[in-house]
């Protein structure tokens, strides 16, 4: 199966219903709130009345202009009869947050690309080769209506664009997905504002904290480990609304040699948070793991008791093993 094959009783589930309560998962990311929008868009298009729901936070800048679209309390009468759930982007709920308990006993359908291994919904669209979410909902659009129209289309490109880089993380074999993307823009969506809404509009302050982060970086093993800190001063300075780790941690891997990174978060007094990335090799999910923490080969974090002496040590004692 491809993405591109939306299951028979999903058609059904969006055709047979009325009421559609949209969630994604909390700390949502702009695949997560693009597909939702997409999908609520979409349902109003066909005549079906929907809800979006989000846990938040909104943290990320690019998603503010969206904050106002999304509900965090259930308001409207859920018992009544044709009101269904839809999960996106992600297919376990407790990463939903507090919409968990919400549930009760309406039917649910899963919408999403991470293979978590237990998907339970009454109607489950899961599909881990597909690099974005958005690419589910498309998929769905066009196969019950033909197109997207060009509000749908910029919500999904928003998402598609978040989830893969803008492209950057798509490997040999992604034409359906460039494909896709083609028929957005055709619809309307513009590759230049995509890519100024997730990229631009960033405060003066952020680039100073980055700047301030990248000249304290600290080479390892070779250049293969770079690590930096954050402090609780810079914190106070810059503001925690400056962080952008997603740039910070690509200019950090873009530095030739660097196999793997570390960067070390003052968070309080006595606890630190640590954000792993990998190129291609290093696991740092077992690094994470190691210290209680969470997360996959390439990407990982840690929260953590102490100070960033000390955890730094003990970090650079787990790289020891594996660099
Ligand atoms: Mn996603």
Known sequence: MTYTHVPENLLA???DNRRFLIVGHKEPDGDCIGSQLALSHFLSRIGKESFLYSDGPFARTELRPYEDYFRRNIDVSIASPGTVWVIIDCSTRQRIGAFESKIGGLPVAIIDHHDSGSASGDVVFLEPTAPASTLLVQSIIETMVGSVDQ????????????DTGFFRHLNEGSGPAFEAAGRLADAGASPKRTHQLIYGGKSLNSRLLMGTILARSESYFGGRLLLSTETLEDSVKFGLE?????????????????EAIAMIRQESENNCTVGLRSRSAVDVGAIAAAFGGGGHKQ???IYVEGKIDGIKRRLLDGFSRVM
């Open 299 to 301: 990407a990982a974090g």
């Open 242 to 258: 400056s962080r952008d780790s997603d740039m910070l941690y690509q200019l950090l891997l873009s530095v030739e040699g660097c």
């Open 13 to 15: 589930f969006f055709r």
């Open 151 to 162: 509000a749908e289309a910029e919500y999904l490109l928003f998402g598609l664009c978040t």
